[in-house]
């Protein structure tokens, strides 16, 4: 008998690792078609280009710089960038494994009882029909991550509040420091998070027990955030300089909710974030139904859970992050709403609350088409897969690339004109702002280049030194071209 059951339990493993595998293989063809078709049109993410560049800069860069390896801008984010040396590449593949890891957790909690069949076929029109959730898994590599990292930490804590395991636990703590990894202002939700520890002791337990507990689960956490600090605080003299470095390269300094540490304007901006998102987040309060439901004292955890994606919010306004508080957001709410299915088993059967989720699911779906147009990059991305994109970012700085000969130095602030730099794939031709010689170079830019790229209007470096420049003319240099709020200047 041991055998047999030895053996059926390899026969799971087995099929659990070919499903596994075939979503993988299937997900990331799919998604990174996705990711090359907008590229031809002239579309894609931001955060695509830059990590891009930045992990270009490690391998052809002149010299590398410690920054570009992931110890100032989120790690995480760089390493599959740095595996597959290619952004879109290794955005379809994260996203891959991301929709086959939730894929598989739903087929195992398919087997478990915990779920209906319907819900893999709901989950999995949701994964490929809904414009929130292709863009998520072909180009928001970061948020895709942050949501795969998200979705197991909830599945260590449900399990480790059903069970009590240290090692549930330790997973759990290893989840949260991956979360900061991905997204410095996540480690926030640790507070948040610390509640059900308190709460779900025993009435006898001690205080050294408890805080035993909050040893094991929050050390990873600590362990890496005190970690970049002083790395930071090392090298860059500024143990916060980690994050305001990542907000300025994604340019979120000049967002108009950018108000550091002001709780009522985050109150605020969450408040109408939430309204924005209302038709999309339905699922979440399905859950919450269910939740109280079948007791909150049976999964105590639940609530913290399905309140963190709105503190998130919250987090992220707090300190200006406001790029991505769009549709694709609400990916994360619904796959938290749904692990109150995958990780906690009912004791009883509530099919009028099943039929209730499916529908908000199916409503959420509805939705993310019938108001795509409301959402700028979402909305683009789409465009770009139909047709190609007239005056965008990305096309103007390829037709800029254009106009560039192979040979000659190029003077330029990457931190505005990054895209530049990668779809050139020269980076030794540039002169950017982490080499030691380029205030040399900005101050008598004739004596050592060809060509000069200034971005306006909110201008750069070179605009701050050459204010000039930014109206077509440069001392030693003549115009060329303007494309967008590039403009290009070739030595006489």
Request: charged content about 15%; overall charge positive; hydrophobic content about 50%.
């Amino acid at each position: 008998m041991e055998l047999q059951n030895t053996g059926k339990k390899l026969s799971k493993s087995r099929r659990t690792v070919i499903v596994f595998t075939l979503s993988l293989l299937v997900f990331s063809i799919f998604f990174l078609a996705l990711n090359l078709t907008a590229l031809k049109n002239n579309y894609a993410y931001k955060e695509l280009l830059m990590v891009g560049e930045k992990a270009l800069l490690v391998f052809k860069g002149e010299p590398p710089r410690l920054e570009n390896l992931g110890f100032v801008y989120p790690p995480l984010i760089y390493f599959f960038v740095l595996l597959f040396r290619n952004p879109f590449v290794a955005s379809a593949v994260t996203g891959a494994l991301c929709a086959s890891l939730l894929m598989t957790n739903v087929i195992h909690a398919y087997k478990e009882g915990n779920i209906p069949r319907s819900f893999i076929l709901i989950i999995l029109l949701y994964i490929v029909g809904s414009p929130a959730t292709l863009f998520l898994f072909a180009e928001q590599q970061s948020l895709c991550l942050f949501a795969a990292v998200f979705t197991q930490m909830i599945c260590y804590l449900y399990r480790y509040c059903r069970h009590h395991y240290t090692l549930d636990l330790f997973l759990f703590g290893m989840m949260t420091s991956f979360l900061f990894l991905i997204r410095f202002q996540a480690v926030l939700l640790i507070p948040l998070l610390t509640l059900p520890f308190i709460v779900l002791g025993k009435k006898n337990e001690l205080i050294q027990e408890k805080l035993s507990v909050l040893m094991i689960a929050f050390f990873p956490a600590i362990f890496f955030v005190a970690s970049w600090c002083y790395l930071n605080w090392v090298f860059m003299k500024d143990p916060f300089y980690f994050f305001k470095t990542w907000i300025s390269a994604m340019g979120l300094e000049n967002s108009p909710h950018f108000t550091l540490l002001d709780f009522k304007s985050s109150l605020i901006y969450t408040s109408q974030q939430l309204k924005n998102l209302l038709p999309f987040i339905l699922p979440i309060f399905v859950s919450m139904l269910r939740r109280i439901r079948l007791g909150l004292k049976k999964c105590k955890v639940s609530p913290v859970i399905l309140i963190s994606p709105f503190a998130l919010i919250f987090w992220d306004s707090f300190f200006g992050v406001t790029h991505e508080h769009s549709m694709v957001f609400s990916t994360i709410f619904i796959i938290t709403a749904f692990s109150c299915w995958l990780y906690v088993p009912a004791d009883r059967k509530t099919p009028w609350i099943d039929r209730l989720f499916i529908s908000s699911v199916l409503l959420s779906l509805l939705f993310t088409w019938t108001m795509l147009y409301k959402h700028h990059q979402e909305n683009q991305f789409f465009k770009a897969l139909v047709e190609p994109l007239k005056n965008t970012e990305m096309s103007n700085a390829k037709a800029i690339v254009k106009l560039l000969d192979k040979k000659g130095k190029i003077l330029l602030d990457d931190k505005k004109g990054f895209s530049i730099v990668f779809f050139n794939g020269h980076p030794r031709r540039f002169v950017l702002p982490y080499q030691y010689e380029y205030e040399t170079v900005l101050y008598a830019p004739k004596q050592f280049v060809r060509y000069i790229i200034v971005s306006s209007p909110t201008g750069d470096r070179i605009s701050g030194r050459w204010q000039e420049a930014l109206f077509g003319y440069l001392d030693g240099f003549k115009f060329i071209a303007r494309f967008g709020r590039f403009i290009l200047y070739e030595h006489l």
